[in-house]
């Protein structure tokens, strides 16, 4: 209602899930093809809009939208939950207290509802402070964390169809790779196959990014997440100690229960983290992932998708240790299954 994601900045339109709904899957899919997404993603295997098609698809789903009555509101930020008592003593939804920020100086106005849908994402987490100050009960929860990693695209193809991909016009190759490391699983996600790196943080002191691909895909890139698991427990007591993850943040809770939103508290402090390592402007910590897994120097840096630029770092330095030492020896397993994985040319 309030707030529209911009596809094609934050998000390339990959659309695989796990869900195993197929009815339901299909239903999305043939919803955005009707709203002029490419008709082949009703038959891929790996389904894919595009960064340069995205944004047309979601301006057409808004005039679907308001074309049956809703209302968007832009440049409009929900700034606290409304609630009140029943006649238990248990506490109901009666609307959102919102800002126009084209006229922060005019006070908030109201917005009356008895149920509000919070579709705000993985990292919004000012709502997630929102709605507990309103009296939402709040669960540590598990997520993963890590870097990303590049490679030429021609390597990936290499490996994928031994050579054959011109010969056979087939589209730019897909990997995922997964292992387990000290109990907590290490995987590459979010696979961009020719595609790019980017910047996607909304704060001049944090460094986050993300991947994205044209609906071509024909970046001569490919780049995934690499991420460690890290479940509630990690960040507590002595494990927090042991993982790094105490230091980082300057102490930890003892259990999970002290401070549900401790995890938020650990990503921010790396985002902070990077970025003053990164040098400012949006640079990036980087790598040679060869070095990396050797502890020896910060290695090549190739030339890379990335526009902001990178600043050579010794990331076992920088990440925590839990996190950092999980990495490396998830890299050496993927070089065994995937040779040049973690080459000199990663």
């Known amino acids: 209602m309030l707030r529209r994601g911009r596809g094609g900045t934050y998000s390339d339109g990959k659309l695989y899930t ?13 919803l955005l093809v009707a709203h002029g997404a490419d008709p082949s993603i009703l038959s891929s295997w790996r389904p894919h809009v595009g960064s340069n098609k995205l944004p047309k698809v979601i301006e057409s789903l808004r005039g679907t939208l308001t074309g049956a009555g809703a209302e968007m509101r832009f440049h409009t930020r929900v700034e606290q939950l409304l609630v009140e008592l029943d006649a238990s003593g248990g506490r109901r939804v009666i609307g959102v207290e919102v800002r126009d920020l084209a006229h922060p100086e005019q006070e908030c106005s109201r917005v009356a509802s008895d149920a509000v849908v919070f579709a705000t994402g993985h990292s919004a987490r000012d709502s997630l402070e929102l709605a507990i100050r309103a009296g939402a009960r709040a669960e540590a929860k598990g997520f993963a964390m890590g870097v990303r990693i590049e ?8 490996q994928q169809y031994n050579g054959l991909r011109s010969e056979h016009d087939l589209p730019a190759a897909f990997c995922e790779l997964t292992t387990q490391v000290d109990g907590r ?4 996600f979010c696979m961009c196959p020719g595609g790019w790196i980017v910047p996607a943080t909304t704060h001049v002191d944090r460094v986050v990014v993300n991947g994205m691909s044209l ?6 890139f490919a780049s995934s997440g690499l991420v460690v698991q890290i479940e509630p427990g990690d960040w507590c007591g002595e494990r927090a100690n042991g993982n790094g993850l105490h230091e980082l943040c300057g102490g930890a809770p003892g259990d999970p229960t002290e401070d549900p939103l401790f995890g938020v508290r650990v990503q921010e402090a790396l985002e902070m983290r990077c970025a003053k390592a990164g040098g400012g402007r949006s640079r990036l910590p980087a790598q040679n992932a060869a070095a990396f897994v ?8 190739h030339e890379t998708s990335y526009h902001s630029g ?23 397993d993927f070089e065994s299954k ?9």
């Open 338 to 346: 995937m040779p040049g994985y973690a080459g000199e040319h990663a």
């Open 185 to 188: 699983g290490v995987y590459s």
């Open 310 to 332: 990178s600043t050579p770092t010794e990331l076992h330095e920088l990440l925590p240790t839990g996190i950092a030492e999980r990495l490396r020896q998830a890299l050496i």
């Open 151 to 158: 490679h030429p695209q021609s390597w990936v193809d290499q």
């Open 294 to 301: 050797r502890g020896e120097g910060t290695g090549t840096l």
């Open 215 to 220: 609906s071509r895909r024909d970046s001569p």
């Open 18 to 30: 796990r869900s195993g709904n197929k009815n339901a899957v299909r239903r999305v899919l043939e």
